[in-house]
């Protein structure tokens, strides 16, 4: 284990080092427990994920991806990994702990409180919100990294300061195929990009700007722009909105793997189906929702869109 930093090495066991408070969650690549740390008292995010079940110890992949954890969540808008330790299951399986700091919500929860309350969020927060996560994307995409997965259950917030951390990252290609499928939302296919739907093989960092797209749009509606519940009612939520793709506005869509003929749909108002969302804001999500994955914005461009003009962007 000497190569994740050494710390692993450190004595004791995740189970002498903390004691556990209580489940916060299922993720999809194992339990998450919030615990607190014997030493320090530090309350943090303890996550236990299996690894292969015919892996002897720790395989150099997880070694690998866990040290790109580290090294990218020296980012601000990045969950901080803290610690890994290693540990065994009843079976005497290996199990790995990811020592994460904690915190207090997510996207996910903090959207329902105004969906609840039946008040918009404010816009200079969606823009805040909007800006962090942008900036948190280019920096993992800088480093040449995906997540695939992102979506408002993991992008994580501290609600003083209304910091916004991304969290789950990299974690698809370290660990195992997902766990089982405890809830639906677990495998949520909302925020899936439509080249991935359509079972294209090599993705690049757009797919992630796409999910990006689906967090802004829900920000300022309070509601999932595309709820599909299946792959291909996914697709139809697609295409009703932004209308059937084709070769003119997306080169390659027939050939790629799962492509049928779709009914045939024109594009809607994207200012009718995100009201309250001004002209620049609907500008950069157009530009986040392009179907051609060569056109969509980068997240590095998206941080320097006219949306964001006027805000306090160094201290965020």
């Known amino acids: 284990m000497e190569m994740i930093g050494g710390e692993a090495n450190k004595g004791a066991t995740a189970m002498e080092a903390f004691e556990k408070l209580e489940k916060v969650?299922?993720?999809?690549?194992?339990?998450?427990?919030?615990?607190?740390?014997?030493?320090?008292?530090?309350i943090v995010a303890l996550k236990k994920t299996r690894l292969h079940e015919d892996e002897e110890g720790v395989p150099p992949t997880t070694l690998r991806?866990?040290?790109?954890?580290?090294?990218?969540?020296?980012?601000?808008?990045?969950?901080?990994l803290m610690d890994v330790k290693q540990g065994q299951n009843k079976e005497g399986k290996t199990v790995l702990y990811l020592v994460?700091?904690?915190?207090?919500?997510?996207?996910?929860?903090?959207?329902?409180?105004?969906?609840?309350?039946?008040?918009?969020?404010?816009?200079?927060?969606?823009?805040?919100?909007?800006?962090?996560?942008?900036?948190?994307?280019?920096?993992?995409?800088?480093?040449?990294?995906?997540?695939?997965?992102?979506?408002?259950?993991?992008?994580?917030?501290?609600?003083?300061?209304?910091?916004?951390?991304?969290?789950?990252?990299?974690?698809?290609?370290?660990?195992?195929?997902?766990?089982?499928?405890?809830?639906?939302e677990i495998l949520t296919l909302w925020y899936r990009a439509p080249e991935v739907l359509l079972g294209a093989t090599h993705y690049s960092t757009a797919v992630d700007i796409w999910s990006v797209g689906c967090i802004f749009a829900e920000l300022v509606t309070k509601q999932?722009?595309?709820?599909?519940?299946?792959?291909?009612?996914?697709?139809?939520h697609i295409f009703r909105l932004l209308g059937t793709p084709n070769e003119d506005v997306w080169?390659?869509?027939?050939k790629l793997k799962d492509w049928h003929e779709y009914p045939q749909w024109s594009p809607q108002s994207l200012a009718k189906a995100v009201p309250n969302l001004d002209e620049m804001g609907l500008d950069l999500l157009l530009q986040m929702l392009q179907y051609d994955p060569a056109k969509r914005i980068s997240a590095k461009a998206a941080m320097e869109h006219r949306y964001f003009d006027g805000l306090n962007k160094d201290s965020l």
């Open 251 to 254: 080169p390659g869509v027939s």
């Open 224 to 236: 999932a722009i595309f709820p599909g519940d299946s792959e291909l009612q996914q697709l139809l």
């Open 65 to 80: 991806e866990v040290s790109i954890l580290r090294m990218l969540s020296r980012d601000p808008h990045i969950v901080k």
């Open 25 to 42: 969650g299922e993720g999809t690549y194992g339990k998450v427990y919030r615990a607190r740390e014997k030493a320090t008292g530090k």
């Open 100 to 184: 994460f700091e904690y915190m207090d919500t997510d996207l996910k929860k903090f959207i329902r409180t105004f969906r609840q309350s039946g008040e918009h969020i404010p816009s200079p927060i969606v823009k805040s919100l909007m800006f962090q996560l942008c900036k948190g994307v280019a920096f993992f995409h800088g480093h040449g990294i995906l997540h695939r997965d992102l979506k408002p259950h993991n992008l994580l917030m501290d609600r003083e300061t209304m910091m916004l951390k991304i969290a789950d990252l990299g974690l698809a290609r370290a660990f195992t195929v997902p766990l089982k499928k405890y809830t639906h």
